[in-house]
């Protein structure tokens, strides 16, 4: 049983110590501290917020990097291609009509333009 300082002496109180606040605070204290350092692991910038946001990325990027280096493997095989070891005749004509805009007098050009909205 309860019983504060103000309260008068019973039969269920004697003998006990009256209860105080005082003994409640170190209690109440540890109490919040724990909730407070609960709740920034869950949802702080460096708790498992945090550590789903970067896993995010991470998968983001992976992409991100595999996009490039099939772009990368594709520019290499190009200049590969146009390298002095290995010349390829039909990609250079073609890399050089793009580019410069060239054609061979028995051919004919058909312009393919976007139509206006």
Do not use: C
């Not at 460096?46 to 996009?67: C, F, V």
């Not at 580019?99 to 393919?112: A, Q």
């Amino acid at each position: 049983m309860i019983r504060f300082v103000t309260s008068g002496l019973s039969s269920h109180t004697v003998g006990q110590e009256p209860f105080r606040l005082r003994q409640l605070l170190f209690p109440g204290m540890l109490l919040l501290m724990i909730l407070g350092l609960s709740s920034q692991a869950l949802k702080g910038e460096r708790g498992l917020s945090g550590w789903m946001q970067l896993e995010r990325d991470l998968i983001e990027r992976r992409a991100d990097l595999a996009a490039l280096e099939n772009k990368n493997d594709a520019l290499q095989k190009q200049v590969y291609r146009l390298s002095n070891e290995s010349l390829d005749h039909d990609f250079l004509d073609e890399r050089a009509r793009r580019v410069l805009g060239l054609t061979r007098p028995d051919e004919t050009v058909i312009f393919n333009l976007p139509s206006a909205p």
